[in-house]
């Protein structure tokens, strides 16, 4: 076990092929497509890209590094002094305001190691099996969980993705959600996605290391940026598909008092339903007993994890997915225990 173990992390260390950014096809990447449908975009640290992003602040490097790229980071180096804040709060009300008159709000939300375009298929067959109406809007959203460009690289960016994950959440799903006042909200994920929703409905745990590093290469300070999530009289509902968190995603890990207690959920939060696939090899990180460590997947992949969350979480239920041998998020949407789960939630078609 413990030569698979090292085996594991140098073949990750040596392998030279690398990743890119996830970032907009589009030069308006937060839109209304039309009466209820809408796109929001945001970059590693939950910034909302402005329209004609590219043209003012230039071009993410073709090699994706944590350090080198961010809307602000790119601002800077084109010697720019561009507040960012009023672009984003303008994309934030243009997608608000589309779901104003709505009942019902659905959000996709994608994982780690997806390109938009790729991403973009999912969302549709995803839209294809609800029972939405004119009164209902659906929101895609897109984070940067990078993309890798070999079959290894998806090791290789998995750290850093998992840390844009808790940044997209707090920083950009929360004000989509601070958006929205008496409405029914229907979350659905894939993978780390599961981290971004988590994020945006209670703050994170951050290591300090993290925090040091997203103040000194992007000018991003953690502690004084944070928002919670308003109560705001809504109802909200998350399915999870192969959830690649663990326990410690929903631990406080206060790191100024030490506290390690498991996080409090607004009472907003009415359910949060996931699956378990011990057959899932992303999920069992191709090894199994590496699903706990390395940043954890092993809520997805054994009930162990669940049931211990279940203890301290009444809002959780599971279905199990086992026996399907696929990580990939249309995999997960055509398994017909999906459609089965979404009866459950009275929204299929």
Same mark, same amino acid.
């Given at each position: 076990?413990?030569?698979?173990?090292y085996?594991l992390i140098?073949?990750f260390? %040596?392998?030279?092929?690398g990743?890119?950014h996830n970032t907009?096809k589009?030069q308006?990447?937060n839109?209304i497509?039309?009466?209820?449908?809408?796109?929001?975009f945001v970059? *590693?640290?939950? /910034?909302? $890209?402005p329209? /004609?992003w590219?043209s003012q602040y230039g071009k993410p490097?073709?090699n994706a590094k944590s350090?080198?790229?961010?809307l602000?980071k790119?601002?800077s180096?084109k010697g720019k002094?561009i507040? @960012?804040?009023?672009s984003?709060?303008? #994309?934030?009300?243009?997608?608000?305001?589309s779901g104003?008159?709505k009942?019902?709000?659905?959000?996709f939300v994608h994982?780690f190691?997806?390109?938009s375009?790729?991403?973009?298929?999912s969302y549709?067959a995803i839209k294809?099996?609800l029972?939405?109406?004119n009164k209902? *809007?659906?929101?895609?959203?897109?984070?940067d969980? @990078?993309?890798?460009q070999?079959?290894?690289g998806a090791?290789?960016?998995? =750290?850093?993705a998992t /840390?844009?994950?808790?940044?997209?959440g707090? =920083?950009?799903l929360?004000?989509?959600?601070?958006?929205?006042q008496?409405k029914?909200?229907?979350?659905?994920?894939?993978?780390?996605?599961?981290?971004?929703v988590?994020?945006s409905?209670?703050?994170?745990?951050?290591?300090k290391?993290?925090?040091e590093?997203r103040k &000194? &290469?992007?000018n991003?300070d953690?502690? /004084?940026d944070s928002?919670?999530?308003?109560?705001k009289n809504n109802?909200?509902?998350?399915?999870? @598909?192969?959830p690649a968190?663990?326990?410690?995603?929903f631990?406080?890990?206060d790191?100024?008092s030490g506290?390690?207690? $498991?996080?409090e959920?607004s009472?907003?939060?009415?359910? !949060?339903?996931?699956t378990?696939n011990n057959?899932?090899p992303t %999920?069992? +990180?191709f090894?199994?007993?590496?699903?706990?460590?390395?940043?954890?997947?092993?809520l997805? $992949?054994?009930?162990?994890?669940?049931?211990?969350l279940?203890e301290?979480? &009444? =809002? @959780?239920?599971?279905t199990?997915?086992?026996?399907q #041998?696929?990580h990939?998020f &249309? !995999?997960?949407?055509r398994?017909p +225990?999906?459609k089965?789960i979404?009866k459950?939630f009275?929204?299929?078609?």
């Open positions: 076990m413990k030569n698979s173990f085996f140098i073949l260390a %040596l392998n030279s092929c990743a890119i907009p589009s308006t990447p839109k497509e039309s009466s209820s449908m809408a796109y929001s970059d *590693q640290n939950g /910034n909302f $890209y329209d /004609n590219s490097p073709k350090k080198e790229f961010s602000k790119l601002a180096e002094e507040e @960012l804040s009023a984003e709060k303008t #994309k934030i009300a243009q997608v608000a305001n104003k008159n009942n019902r709000i659905f959000v994982g190691n997806a390109s375009d790729e991403v973009t298929k549709k294809s099996q029972n939405t109406t209902d *809007q659906i929101i895609n959203f897109y984070w969980g @990078l993309v890798a070999s079959m290894f090791g290789k960016i998995w =750290f850093n /840390n844009n994950s808790q940044m997209a707090e =920083f950009g929360r004000r989509l959600l601070n958006s929205y008496n029914d909200i229907y979350i659905i994920s894939h993978s780390r996605g599961a981290s971004v988590l994020s409905l209670s703050n994170p745990p951050f290591s290391r993290e925090i590093d &000194d &290469d992007h991003v953690i502690d /004084n928002k919670i999530l308003q109560e109802s909200i509902y998350c399915i999870m @598909l192969a968190i663990g326990t410690k995603d631990k406080s890990e790191l100024k506290d390690d207690s $498991y996080r959920f009472p907003q939060l009415k359910k !949060v339903h996931i378990i057959t899932d %999920l069992k +990180k090894l199994g007993f590496l699903s706990d460590k390395l940043k954890p997947t092993d997805g $992949y054994k009930s162990d994890a669940f049931d211990a279940k301290h979480y &009444d =809002f @959780l239920e599971k199990d997915f086992s026996g #041998k696929s990939n &249309d !995999v997960y949407i398994n +225990k999906f089965t979404l459950e009275n929204i299929a078609k």
